[in-house]
């Protein structure tokens, strides 16, 4: 029993970490008031170049930056379009993830089937001996340490700083902050840009350490789950840990059930429930007035424009 | 007199083929208050928003202490000590105000010392604020001392108001008065927009005055001298503002028939209560009250847009309860709105298009009323174009390439062809020029002829060259209903307006 | 003296331009693309060509993809005229796909023909409604973001069909293979001239013209367009906002539906994994390609199906991935982007030009 907790558990966290990387990075788009629905291609486009970069340079930490850094690249398309040109946000960030899975599959496809470098599981010595938590969280690779460093930093400085201050104002009230001496371009362009870091980190997960090497859409819908648990999460970091671990720990029980032969829950139940589960938050959410004013950006999706 | 603190030199500013402001010249000096003075539309806020950085002027310069200087944002204004209090108040709802100021002025400062800071700075200028209150539980006046509070930290020494007295109650306006006088003896020069020619003269050094963007006007206040006729005429433009030949009619049949009205307010403004009042055929009902007194909830409840809480209806003869009253569908009801160009019409669709909007049952046909006679559209919008010579190629024109005036004009005549018993209009002629004023008055006069008319607004000179009765609103109630003809009773309006009974 | 200048109304024929400058920016990038990978891009857009218009056979493979890629834009257009995001034609798809595979293979398996097609096109376009009428009425009811409850329940319907197709409907004599047993031959649609086009075709223009009329003649699609322009102005003339979000969502998903029948009756002849392959998605680009007209909505599918079929045969002759479809398809969205945005602008020789009231195009 013990055991099967701590399996699941484990594979629970392994699961989240893409997501929840993709949703960190999300957040902090959304709550400069941009939408961008282009996770998924990011993810992918991040992910390849991760491993592209760790067959050529063999080191890992090469392989991380570089599939960062070309998430984040790739994600300024997004901010060309939609800050320079005021094209449509919800469109550009489709087809900034059509062009992304395009990109991706295109280019990687001589790289299907190599074996690049490989991120594996790291025990942290002392922690990982505490029973069962230690075993489920220290027990992990150096991408869910990574995570558990940023969801608190990320939530620090959204909340705590100056930073995250002049980022909220934007997303919230882009006129005022701009009449308040903000950049709300380049602020924005800069919140984009970390959203395609935290993607490009997502992909590079993938790539390095969850399934180790390049398949086409590798990523799985994973960009779109990190956008609805936004959502979910009420753009807050700190819920996002708990929404990605909740996504994960219901991927885990269907591996737990496939691999014990139960089915109490049957798996098409499971695999619906993240997305029946968001659903319903978001009704939550949106119904109680007050909560909804309290947690989404006011001015999201909506272009700054500064008549001059 | 010192040199001028700051000197806008041939400004000119285009929005479009609109010429907004015309090699305007202006210029003022630390430690008096400056009244910029126009009707809407003569360009005032334009001017002093290149001032602040929020536009670019087209041509001309703008010196500041000597300098010549470029403004690419609000924010390099800002640098040079010029701050403006927008209309609008620029601060974000869902934030405290000691967040609000700091985005603006604490830069370099770390956030634990930001209250003491505001804290301070308040005292010394006689305002209070709790900063770590929401922006969203303020009320008006509360939010422009933020404002003022977050430019005097910003170590503005150049203040612009737009409009600071628009939206506040009489007690803030006292009050803000105070802060101008302190903020004078402390050597900052103040510009405010407005167009009262009261406070002008209560509170203003110097005053100068717009009109069609243009200045013609620069000069110092000698009270004896200048006189609220002659400041009229100048920012007018001619002697006489207007005049309206209004023949006598016998007042008729109740036409629409309020009691006891009560309801909730509308997107957060004031609500009202107890409202009763008739609209008989043949007379101009006004309802006449600052804005933000509880008119536009009353309009919205009254054309059924939302529910009121109590009362009763009584329309052509109809008692309605509150809960009827929203759902029945007013026939024979004309209304004008004050949004003209995002409520009254859909800019991006064509006059024709838009002659269709309120009017649909009169233009369904074929496969059982289920299309649109898109030709008697055309037919009805060509002849909406001469008739009331709205300035348009053709009836296939947007209605959002439409001047203010010509769009006031074009949903007139829609809401005219429903051959109306009650129309109502709101705020018909805010912010249009005198030609198209003029017209709007003249067919609200040949239309009381078959209906009654309700006419809401803030602007006294309507009220007074069309009115056959007039209602003051205040805070949600009306105070008093006038007689036209009650000479002393009209001269008591201004005063009701502002919520002083007598 | 040259300088660039916002042009103070959109210029007419901004259509025309915006397009062909979209066009022009999709085919730069992708021959970018081709010349970094050391091939010649004439050679590669020479052997798409080829593979597109090359024969009868080829192109009549452009019309089979451009069938539910009409209805899937057709979905889109509707929702996209009143404003709303609809990202879950692929679902809507999905479901529409079941409802008429179920008629088929269970309600009435031994109906005729001239019975049964339309039966199941009918049991489409409703399961496609109902999936989309959950979005319509929570959007209408509780203001909840329709983009992201549209696009979750993509998720949930093809998790329900595979279920369907590995579990309860699996073809018991299919040796294991996931999907149903063939529909009965009654159900297929007739196909023409020897080729796999499919009366799904015929059926999705007429529906592309019905919706045109709908739209633009009927007081319906009047009141869709001001809600869609001008929300504000819809309650002043006393719209029916909530209804018309659901008699719009509804209609969506109906079309959307239908491209889930086209497939399955038209093309697998069963429901299996083929179905979703993302033809719900490219409907939002066929959409906005379109620009929203119903009447282009088929044009621009032909041309995405061009690009499909142009993709699979690069693939085959060059060795090059297909999926530089994909590439070209988010190169043309993000031309139309550009496009949309250069039109605004004029170049200026000379002078302020702010007096020339004329503007040029």
């Known amino acids: 029993m013990i055991d099967d907790i701590i399996f699941i558990g484990q594979i629970a966290i392994k699961s989240s970490v893409a997501v929840l990387f993709a949703t960190i990075g999300e957040i902090v788009t959304e709550r400069g008031g941009v939408l961008n629905l282009g996770v998924e291609g990011m993810m992918l486009v991040g992910a390849l170049a991760g491993f592209a970069a760790g067959t050529v340079s063999q080191n890992p930490f090469v392989a991380v930056a570089a599939g960062t850094l070309v998430g984040g690249l790739f994600s300024l398309i997004h901010a060309f379009f939609t800050i320079a040109l005021r094209s449509n946000q919800v469109l550009c960030g489709l087809a900034l993830t059509i062009l992304g899975t395009g990109l991706a599959n295109f280019l990687g496809r001589p790289l299907i089937g190599t074996a690049g470098v490989r991120i594996r599981p790291v025990d942290i010595p002392y922690l990982s001996d505490v029973p069962i938590v230690g075993e489920i969280f220290f027990h992990q690779s150096p991408f869910a340490y990574g995570a558990y460093i940023l969801v608190p930093l990320v939530w620090y400085i959204l909340f705590k700083t100056r930073t995250g201050l002049v980022l909220r104002a934007v997303g919230e009230d882009a006129a005022s902050s701009d009449a308040a001496g903000v950049n709300v371009p380049l602020t924005r362009t800069l919140c984009i840009f970390t959203g395609g870091l935290f993607a490009g980190l997502a992909g590079t997960y993938l790539s390095l350490s969850y399934t180790p090497g390049w398949k086409e859409s590798m990523s799985g819908g994973q960009g779109w789950i990190a956008i609805a648990m936004v959502i979910f999460c009420t753009w807050n970091p700190l819920r996002a840990f708990w929404g990605?671990?909740?996504?994960?720990?219901?991927?885990?029980?269907?591996?737990?059930?496939?691999?014990?032969?139960?089915?109490?829950?049957?798996?098409?139940?499971?695999?619906?429930?993240?997305?029946?589960?968001?659903?319903?938050?978001?009704?939550?959410?949106?119904?109680?007035?007050?909560?909804?004013?309290?947690?989404?950006?006011?001015?999201?999706?909506?272009?700054?424009?500064?008549?001059? | 007199m010192s040199a001028p603190v700051i000197a806008l030199k041939g400004i000119t500013k285009y929005f479009g083929p609109v010429v907004a402001n015309h090699d305007v010249d202006f210029s003022f000096h630390s430690g008096r208050v400056h009244a910029l003075l126009g009707e809407n539309g003569a360009g005032k806020s334009t001017l002093m928003s290149i001032l602040a950085g929020r536009y670019a002027a087209d041509f001309g310069s703008v010196v500041v202490k000597g300098e010549e200087v470029n403004f690419s944002s609000p924010a390099s204004a800002l640098e040079h000590g010029i701050g403006m209090v927008y209309q609008r108040f620029m601060l974000i709802e869902s934030m405290t105000i000691a967040e609000n100021i700091s985005l603006a002025a604490f830069k370099n400062i770390r956030q634990s010392d930001t209250h003491q800071i505001i804290i301070e700075t308040c005292r010394r200028y006689g305002l209070s604020v709790d900063p770590e209150k929401y922006v969203y539980e303020l009320s008006m006046g509360e939010r422009q001392r933020v404002e003022i509070i977050k430019l005097l930290l910003l170590d503005a020494d150049v203040l612009i108001f737009d409009e600071p007295t628009a939206v506040l109650t009489p007690p803030e306006i006292d009050s803000f008065f105070e802060v101008i006088d302190k903020l004078r003896s402390d050597n900052k020069a103040i510009v405010f927009i407005?167009?009262?020619?009261?406070?002008?003269?209560?509170?203003?050094?110097?005053?100068?005055?717009?009109?069609?963007?243009?200045?013609?006007?620069?000069?110092?206040?000698?009270k004896q001298q200048i006189s609220k006729q002659q400041l009229a005429r100048l920012m007018v433009g001619r002697d006489v503002v207007l005049r309206v030949d209004k023949e006598i009619l016998p007042p008729g049949d109740a036409i629409l028939s309020v009691t006891d009205f009560s309801g909730d307010s509308v997107?957060?403004?004031t609500s009202f209560r107890d409202i009763t009042f008739d609209v008989r055929r043949g007379e101009i009902f006004s309802i006449i009250g600052v804005a933000g007194n509880g008119q536009s909830a009353l309009v919205a409840t009254l054309t059924g847009l939302s529910k009121a809480r109590s009362g009763e209806v009584c329309y052509l003869g109809e008692s309605y309860s509150t809960e009827a009253w929203k759902k029945n569908r007013k026939l024979g009801m004309a209304y004008v709105p004050e949004d003209r160009h995002h409520t009254g019409c859909v800019g991006s669709m064509s006059i024709a298009d838009n002659f269709a909007l309120t009017r649909l049952s009169a233009y369904s046909t074929g496969f059982g009323g289920l299309t649109l006679d898109r030709e008697r559209m055309i037919a009805d919008g060509e002849r909406a174009v001469e008739d009331f010579s709205i300035k348009a190629e053709s009836s296939a024109d947007t209605a959002g390439s439409l001047s203010g005036g010509n769009l006031q004009k074009m949903i007139l005549a829609r809401e005219l062809a429903k051959k109306p018993q009650l129309f109502i209009a709101e705020q018909p002629t805010q912010g249009l020029d005198i030609s198209a004023t003029e017209d709007i008055w003249q067919a609200l006069l040949a239309c009381r002829k078959e209906a009654g008319i309700l006419l809401v607004t803030g602007d006294l000179k309507e009220v007074l060259s069309l009115s056959d009765r007039i209602a003051v609103m205040f805070n949600g109630r009306i105070l008093e209903i006038i007689d036209a003809k009650d000479v002393e009773g009209v001269g008591r309006v201004g005063l009701l307006m502002a919520g002083v009974q007598c | 003296?040259?300088?660039?200048?916002?042009?103070?109304?959109?210029?007419?024929?901004?259509?025309?331009?915006?397009?062909?400058?979209?066009?022009?920016?999709?085919?730069?990038?992708?021959?970018?693309?081709?010349?970094?990978?050391?091939?010649?891009?004439?050679?590669?857009?020479?052997?798409?060509?080829?593979?597109?218009?090359?024969?009868?056979?080829?192109?009549?493979?452009?019309?089979?993809?451009?069938?539910?890629?009409?209805?899937?834009?057709?979905?889109?257009?509707?929702?996209?005229?009143?404003?709303?995001?609809?990202?879950?034609?692929?679902?809507?798809?999905?479901?529409?796909?079941?409802?008429?595979?179920?008629?088929?293979?269970?309600?009435?398996?031994?109906?005729?023909?001239?019975?049964?097609?339309?039966?199941?096109?009918?049991?489409?376009?409703?399961g496609g409604t109902l999936w989309a009428l959950i979005p319509g009425a929570l959007k209408a009811r509780f203001q909840?973001?329709?983009?992201?409850?549209?696009?979750?329940?993509?998720?949930?319907?093809?998790?329900?069909?595979?279920?369907?197709?590995?579990?309860?409907?699996?073809?018991?004599?299919?040796?294991?293979?996931?999907?149903?047993?063939?529909?009965?031959?009654?159900?297929?649609?007739?196909?023409?001239?020897?080729?796999?086009?499919?009366?799904?075709?015929?059926?999705?223009?007429?529906?592309?013209?019905?919706?045109?009329?709908?739209?633009?003649?009927?007081?319906?699609?009047?009141?869709?367009?001001?809600?869609?322009?001008?929300?504000?102005?819809?309650?002043?003339?006393?719209?029916?906002?909530?209804?018309?979000?659901?008699?719009?969502?509804?209609?969506?998903?109906?079309?959307?539906?239908?491209?889930?029948?086209?497939?399955?009756?038209?093309?697998?002849?069963?429901?299996?994994?083929?179905?979703?392959?993302?033809?719900?998605?490219?409907?939002?680009?066929?959409?906005?390609?379109?620009?929203?007209?119903?009447?282009?909505?088929?044009?621009?599918?032909?041309?995405?199906?061009?690009?499909?079929?142009?993709?699979?045969?690069?693939?085959?002759?060059?060795?090059?991935?297909?999926?530089?479809?994909?590439?070209?398809?988010?190169?043309?969205?993000?031309?139309?982007?550009?496009?949309?945005?250069?039109?605004?602008?004029?170049?200026?020789?000379?002078?302020?030009?702010?007096?020339?009231?004329?503007?040029?195009?």
């Open chain 3, 1 to 126: 003296m040259i300088r660039i200048e916002k042009q103070r109304q959109t210029p007419k024929r901004a259509t025309f331009y915006t397009i062909i400058i979209a066009a022009c920016i999709a085919f730069s990038v992708g021959g970018l693309i081709f010349a970094c990978l050391g091939v010649n891009p004439l050679t590669a857009y020479g052997a798409m060509f080829k593979g597109v218009f090359g024969s009868f056979n080829s192109f009549s493979e452009v019309l089979v993809k451009a069938t539910p890629l009409t209805f899937t834009g057709l979905a889109v257009v509707v929702a996209g005229v009143m404003m709303l995001w609809n990202i879950g034609a692929e679902g809507q798809l999905v479901w529409g796909g079941i409802f008429a595979a179920g008629t088929a293979l269970f309600l009435f398996p031994t109906a005729p023909a001239f019975v049964l097609i339309p039966l199941a096109i009918v049991a489409s376009a409703v």
């Open chain 2, 267 to 269: 997107h957060g403004g």
């Open chain 3, 144 to 361: 909840v973001n329709e983009i992201l409850t549209t696009l979750l329940l993509n998720y949930v319907a093809i998790i329900y069909m595979e279920h369907l197709f590995y579990g309860p409907w699996r073809d018991p004599a299919g040796y294991g293979f996931p999907g149903t047993a063939q529909l009965p031959e009654a159900a297929h649609l007739v196909r023409f001239l020897g080729s796999r086009i499919h009366l799904g075709f015929p059926l999705a223009l007429f529906c592309a013209v019905v919706l045109y009329f709908l739209l633009n003649k009927s007081i319906w699609g009047y009141q869709v367009r001001v809600i869609g322009q001008e929300q504000r102005a819809a309650h002043y003339a006393g719209f029916n906002v909530n209804g018309k979000i659901l008699t719009v969502m509804g209609l969506s998903g109906a079309l959307a539906g239908m491209a889930g029948m086209a497939e399955v009756c038209g093309i697998h002849y069963r429901l299996q994994t083929g179905l979703a392959v993302g033809y719900g998605y490219d409907g939002i680009i066929v959409a906005w390609l379109a620009m929203l007209n119903p009447l282009a909505v088929p044009f621009v599918a032909i041309l995405l199906g061009a690009l499909f079929v142009g993709g699979e045969q690069l693939q085959t002759v060059l060795g090059l991935p297909s999926t530089i479809a994909l590439i070209l398809e988010a190169a043309l969205l993000f031309g139309l982007f550009s496009g949309q945005a250069m039109v605004q602008y004029k170049i200026v020789f000379g002078g302020s030009g702010a007096q020339d009231g004329k503007g040029d195009d």
């Open chain 2, 194 to 222: 407005t167009h009262k020619l009261e406070e002008v003269l209560t509170l203003a050094d110097d005053i100068s005055i717009m009109r069609k963007g243009r200045l013609v006007l620069s000069t110092r206040v000698d």
């Open chain 1, 244 to 308: 990605a671990m909740l996504f994960g720990g219901l991927t885990a029980l269907q591996f737990f059930f496939q691999a014990t032969s139960m089915d109490s829950i049957p798996s098409y139940v499971l695999k619906m429930m993240p997305y029946l589960l968001t659903i319903a938050v978001l009704v939550v959410v949106t119904a109680s007035s007050k909560y909804r004013k309290a947690a989404s950006p006011a001015d999201l999706g909506i272009p700054f424009i500064r008549e001059r």
